[in-house]
């Protein structure tokens, strides 16, 4: 187990998310932890609340995740959160992460965090029906 962190993959994982941190995923992270706070101080707003939880948890660690559907077809329910989730705050947090990736493709360096970026697009426009798991 200790020997697997010390893997070329798990290094150069980490070395993106300590460089991804620095480079506006605090921020990021602190963003989505006042929204999931603010949201959670009502009884309408808990699984809104809860999705920004998980969306932090994902933006503070991006480098070796990735975004998967989850196992259940898409019914009303979901279909419903996720309009809402977008009327809400959804739509700003995609497309906030949009910029962020446009903004760092536009270096050589930056690419790899562009790509994180472009990752979450996704899991931040329909959290529901989604999460990120460890590849």
Known sequence: ?????????????????????????????????????????????????????????????????DVFETEPPAGPVRLIMNILWIILPGLELAIMHLLLGLFFALTIIGFPIAVQHMKLVKVALLPFGHEMRDI
Do not use: D, H, S, W
């Not at 603010?38 to 991006?62: D, E, H, M, R, S």
């Open 1 to 65: 187990m200790i020997r697997a962190a010390f893997e070329p993959a798990n290094r150069m994982n980490l070395l993106g998310n300590i460089v991804f941190f620095i480079f506006g995923g605090f921020i990021i992270f602190l963003g989505y932890v006042l929204g999931g706070i603010l949201l959670c101080l009502t009884i309408i707003g808990i699984p809104f609340g809860y999705q920004c939880f998980k969306l932090a948890g994902g933006v503070l660690a991006p480098f070796g995740r």
